[in-house]
């Protein structure tokens, strides 16, 4: 697994998820802005499955079990449509509060992963 996609990701979902939190106790309702957080999540998670279909041909297989890896990003990549399906059928700001942590939740998955990956033995 590539430690700096790793990083770039939880840094993404960090920001997304304090600026969801945020706008959603500051009283703000769904927008644009907020749902693009967990839409550029899940992006970054379809390149994290695409790495990681990649990675074992390039020499770079998991040190960890391999189905624990699937399994956390799979869960991972169900969390931001979700969100999003909540924001958009709500539209709250607790819905964008719930946004938040979906992202957070998110970030925490990434990094997971990479433990899985890159430190856990098997």
């Known amino acids: 697994m590539i430690a700096g996609f790793t990083a770039v990701a939880a840094a993404v979902a960090a920001i997304a998820a304090l600026l969801a939190v945020g706008l959603g106790l500051a009283g703000r309702k769904p927008s644009d802005l907020v749902l693009a957080g967990p839409a550029l999540l899940e992006v970054l998670l379809v390149a994290q499955a695409v790495i990681g279909i990649v990675a074992p041909f390039a ?64």
């Open 59 to 122: 020499g770079n297989p998991p040190t960890g079990n391999p189905v624990e890896w699937w399994a956390y990003l799979v869960a991972a990549l169900i969390i931001p449509p979700a969100a999003i399906f909540w924001a958009l059928t709500e539209r709250t700001r607790w819905a964008v509060v719930v946004v938040g942590v979906a992202c957070f939740a998110v970030g925490v998955m990434f990094v997971r992963m990479q433990i899985i990956w890159t430190v856990q033995g098997a």
